[in-house]
């Protein structure tokens, strides 16, 4: 089950994925935006994203497949 604070976090990464100089507001607190580290596999699979709010101190990770898309 993904409740809906993590789906917004997902939301963010994928926008960040897309454009990582995009400003997306803190899931968390919806004040501060992320700040935004990317790092590429040494493989090129996939892409993980860090993530941590400037106002909150909220942080989380996501990692992509970069074969399968984002699901
Ligand atoms: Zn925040």
């Not at 963010?12 to 507001?25: C, F, G, N, S």
């Not at 993530?51 to 909220?58: D, L, P």
Request: proline fraction near 4%; include cysteine.
């Amino acid at each position: 089950m993904v409740s809906h604070k993590s789906q917004r976090w997902i939301v963010a990464a994928k926008r960040l994925t897309e454009d990582p100089k995009d400003r997306v507001k803190c899931p968390s607190c919806e004040t501060g935006y992320l700040e935004t580290t990317t790092a590429d596999f040494p493989d090129g699979s996939h892409t993980d994203v860090y993530m941590k709010c400037s106002e909150c101190g909220s942080a989380n990770v996501l990692t992509y497949m970069k074969d399968q898309g984002a699901e």
